[in-house]
Nanobody
Framework: QVQLVESGGGLVQAGGSLRLSCAASGLSFSGYGMGWFRQAPGKEREFVAA????????YYADSVKGRFTISRDNAKNTVYLQMNSLKPEDTADYYC????????????????????WGQGTQVTVSS
């Protein structure tokens, strides 16, 4: 059974940092692209960041570029999201997702193009 388990969420002050982790099991981790999405109350799930299977390419939403960094450790079957300079608008539930194959580059930004999802971890940024 495929499982993605996020951790590292919590409450942080604006300007602070947080690192999220996503531990994967039940799949060949290095064969999947990995992404992070977030969903705030009353809003649609939105793309945050993604990383290719080989860790050779990364993708970021404009809203987080320069502040967030996605990385992966294939030996540990884990993907990370380092979040710096956090803003109140970053408050959301953050989800880890795995993509088996990619039709287009743009597909990494679309939630519907991912095959497996974690249960999410909550991030709250106070002003």
């Amino acid at each position: 059974q495929v499982q993605l388990v996020e951790s590292g969420g919590g409450l942080v002050q604006a300007g602070g940092s947080l690192r999220l982790s996503c531990a994967a099991s039940g799949l060949s981790f290095s064969g999947y692209g990995m992404g992070w999405f977030r969903q705030a109350p009353g809003k649609e799930r939105e793309f945050v960041a993604a990383i290719n299977r080989s860790s050779g390419s990364t993708y970021y939403a404009d809203s987080v570029k320069g502040r967030f960094t996605i990385s992966r450790d294939n030996a540990k079957n884990t993907v990370y999201l380092q979040m710096n300079s956090l803003k109140p608008e970053d408050t959301a539930d953050y989800y880890c997702a795995a993509q088996r194959s990619r039709r287009t580059v743009a597909s990494v930004t679309r939630a519907g193009q991912y095959d497996y999802w974690g249960q999410g971890t909550q991030v709250t940024v106070s002003s």
